[in-house]
């Protein structure tokens, strides 16, 4: 007998017959004499429909109202599931945000859960199914709030920590993590176990099987992760604790990011404070700065600064560089064909020379490294978008990820 | 300065160009210095999508989940035209069944509200607009219900109660209560006044305009209703107090339903509790008896009995008068091509001679009449289906509603 919470996304209850289909997987774990916990998301579309009902009354809807609005998505999944689960003679209940309470903290549609009252419902999954919403909660004044986008997953977490349980499953629409897309890399493999700081760095990267910040929590609460597949029985991917884990391949995934551009500012003084000047005010118009790259010039009294953004981002990034007068240079460049290609894994930082193995597959095929970043589990580069899907695959053949 | 409940039926806030244009009929009450809570509707045609959605996981679809399902029609409007309202600079904000709270008792899907919390909204009002759902509230658990199609007629008298309103506005698509169905009877005149007694008899007949449990609480509690259109400036119609009632028009209104059967068993033996014999049963299966009418039979041991039932209930009512073995009678037969017209008027009783002046228009039209039933301020008759327009039109006439 274990505890379980089991978090369904949007496609995995996105019509009747998915969710009808998400019961018998229920019903197979609850028969199995599990106590269960479901999370659920809006069924794939809506929260997009609500978005744009509100855009067309007005793009700076008001944010309290927009809770009010989206927490439906879910509210309207967990009454269905509830119902196809007590049709196949499962005794089931939907609890919503209110009745739990979830408590939340934080700005509307940007909060996050901070506690939950867990003894109603650990009454009930003795004797049946609890349906909650993912997604959202209340603040303590009592007014609607949700999480951000993908918070279910973060949803999921909260609630496995809170009641204690002993594993967290997202069931999605992927069999589990892959070492990179497999829509465009076919040779991508799917990861049987992957430690939490491997799949931050891949879902910070771009890898969407999961919310990054439900990772964190589950790594800061150690909570073992499995991503796996709705549509096949398939066993999915465990994300859990580093120690864990075999780490006989260096390289545990390789992910990019085709959204990005690349400033270089030329000539920039070299003294203390300078950088400051430049991101704080990319900072105050949340413009998110990635990757950062100081150069020494070649006169030694100014330097060379080169960081990256999302390519949406570009204009107003320009504009602030142009117009604020704290910040010097002499010339500024930009190229927004640029993509951004990571290698992943907790193996790398005592396995030598994946660096070089990296730098020398690229070089061999002809690639050009614009910027190079570095942390303990990840390397990146950037390069020219054009060979984004090349680079991907040949380092999927030289790590042996195929 | 007044304190005003408005409500907005389904086809008021179908679209969202539909909520602007209330946004803006709630500005000019509230720029006028009126304290105002507006009750809504889910938009037109949501509520039937998720009844849908629920039929097609089953038809008898746990009621607590579908309660919890259909409340977010409501949510949707709330928070969708508590942001309109913002965006044209109103001080708006929704407050939902649960955060007020709206207690009802009752059955899930067909409770009543008894009470609810008027403290918060009473402060709030002083400054801003209150946006709250109709139809729903929650039970003393803490469970959603929902008071049963059409109810936010229902919620809307219940917050005028509750809160001491001085009005209580029910918008809609029509330009008020008329004579007849307009859309069928061009003769049709609206409605200026008409007490709460007529109209409870025109919307048992068939006038759906405002639902008659509506009509009843403010009936009960003496407040005013005005019933006006949300797409045109005319008046409405005001439904008010017998006694500010001008009775010079004995006939206010003409109602009549398309959907009757009439059975009639012959030869059932005359003796007490036959007739409860025959109605226990209907009654337990759900099936509305709606007039009865009882005959001597001609040998003086036996009597006629005729009553007519919705057309959808035949089948299952012949089953039932068929297999019961409590229910003795000589031959039954049925006519499921009737329709029941009838003339609805406060001054009737006071006036002689309407009787007579309606069954000597029909049978001047040759119309055969098949049963009749009376009230205080009611005389309905069956008739074949066929002759049910030109019924009415002729009533219009002889009764001066034209």
Redesign the interface.
């Known amino acids: 007998m274990m505890k379980k919470v089991l978090k369904f996304g949007g496609t995995s209850v996105g019509t009747?017959e998915r969710?009808?289909h998400v019961a018998k997987i229920i019903k197979r774990d609850y028969d199995a004499g599990n106590k269960i916990i479901v999370v659920v998301s809006a069924m794939a579309g809506q929260t997009n429909d609500?978005i744009q009902?509100?855009k067309?009354?007005?793009n700076d809807?008001?944010k309290?109202?927009?809770d009010?609005?989206l927490?439906?998505g879910e509210?309207?999944t967990?009454?269905?599931l509830?119902?196809?689960l007590?049709?196949i003679n499962i005794n089931a209940?939907?609890w919503?945000n209110?009745?739990i309470p979830i408590l939340t903290e934080g700005d509307h549609t940007n909060s996050r859960i901070v506690n939950m009252n867990v003894s109603k419902i650990n009454n009930f999954i003795n004797e049946g199914v609890a349906v909650v919403p993912g997604f959202q909660g209340i603040s303590k004044n009592?007014?609607?709030t949700t999480i951000g986008r993908g918070g279910s997953d973060a949803s999921a977490v909260a609630f496995a920590k809170l009641f204690n349980a002993d594993s967290c499953e997202i069931y999605t629409d992927v069999d589990g993590v892959f070492s990179s897309d497999p829509n465009k890399i076919p040779v991508a493999k799917k990861i049987d176990r992957i430690s939490y700081d491997e799949m931050l760095e891949l879902s910070s990267l771009g890898a969407k099987v999961i919310q990054s910040s439900a990772v964190q929590t589950a790594m800061m609460y150690n909570i073992p992760l499995q991503v796996r597949s709705t549509f096949t029985d398939r066993k999915g991917t465990t994300i859990f604790d580093h120690e864990n884990i075999d780490y006989s391949k260096s390289v545990t995934g390789v992910a990019y990011s085709k959204n990005d551009a690349k400033i270089t500012l030329i000539g920039v003084e070299d003294k203390p404070g300078i950088a400051a000047n430049i991101f704080e005010p990319l900072n105050k118009a949340q413009i998110n700065v990635d990757m950062v790259i100081q150069n020494i010039s070649s006169d030694q009294k100014t330097t060379d600064i080169t960081f990256t953004i999302k390519r949406d981002d570009l204009k107003m990034t320009k504009d602030i560089l142009n117009n604020n007068q704290k910040i010097k240079y002499k010339n500024i460049t930009h190229n927004d064909k640029v993509a951004k290609v990571s290698i992943v894994g907790a193996g790398m930082v005592s396995t030598p020379g994946v660096t070089y193995k990296m730098f020398k597959a690229l070089a061999d095929d002809k690639i050009n490294i614009l910027a190079i970043s570095t942390s303990e589990i990840k390397l990146s580069v950037i390069i020219d978008e054009e060979n984004t899907l090349n680079a991907v695959k040949k380092l999927h053949t030289i790590f042996e990820l195929d």
């Open positions: 009747i969710i009808q609500l009902l509100s067309s009354i007005a809807f008001s309290r109202e927009l009010v609005l927490s439906t509210q309207i967990c009454a269905l509830a119902g196809a007590k049709k209940q939907s919503l209110w009745q009592g007014e609607i």
